[in-house]
């Protein structure tokens, strides 16, 4: 298998399909473009049907899209379980995983992930409202069905892949969270999902990049 990734330091999307990739334990390869630079567009569209990153090469087929690419390896590899196993749970998980994968358009905008960046955001209207959405989504889930460990769903499962990169948002900008009605619950899982040795492994390379775009190159 080879996954088609963008940028280490900014591609949300590529990171999603890639911690579960590293959750399966089977071997792949990486093609990373480099994003923002003159030549990417076409470089991507040489190699992914919608023109965007990611996509996995399986022998002579090409699955694109993080959740589709996530759900396929849910099914090709059950013993990774990459799915919560009770069924109520795994309907939730999916659905805080689609609400992630399609909604949020303010507080992408506004908190673009960015590895390196630190800083401190006040949010406007709109993404306050994204991060209250999200504190509201960790708190449930945590209570809910967090008794068995330190994710959302208590093991690991693909919605924490979707929401990895909402914590680098969170730490990235300085968002506090207690200012959103956290009691404590979503910054310990912020630290749990930073901490992830495969995380970790990914943002190491990250910032090992050199990921500035040339002057006057278009942004991607």
């Known amino acids: 298998m080879q996954l088609v990734i963008g940028t280490k330091s900014w591609s949300t999307w590529s990171l999603r399909p890639w911690l579960a990739l590293k959750r399966t334990g089977q071997p792949f390869e990486e093609q990373l473009i480099r994003l923002r630079w003159d030549g990417a567009a076409d470089e991507i569209r040489g190699v992914s049907p919608s ?3 990611p996509a996995l090469k399986v022998g002579d087929e090409t ?15 059950p013993e990774a379980q990459l799915w919560p196993a009770d069924t109520t749970a795994r309907a939730v998980a999916r659905s805080v995983t689609s609400e992630m994968h399609s909604g949020f358009q303010a507080l992408r905008s506004t908190c673009p992930m960015d590895l390196a960046l630190r800083t401190t955001a006040e949010p406007d209207a709109a993404t306050a409202a994204d991060v209250q959405r999200i504190v509201t989504l960790w708190l449930d889930t945590r209570r809910r069905f967090g008794a068995s460990g330190p994710w959302l769903f208590g093991d690991w499962s693909i919605a924490d892949a979707f929401h990895t990169p909402v914590a680098t948002r969170f730490r990235s900008y300085g968002i506090d969270l207690a200012a959103f009605g956290d009691d404590g619950t979503c910054a310990a899982y912020l630290k749990t999902a930073l901490s992830d040795p495969d995380f970790l492994s990914w943002e190491a390379d990250a910032l090992a990049e050199d990921p500035e775009p040339a002057v006057g190159a278009a942004r991607l």
């Open 63 to 77: 699955i694109w899209d993080s959740l589709a690419i996530c759900e396929y390896l849910a099914e090709r590899f």
């Open 51 to 53: 023109g965007k990153v």
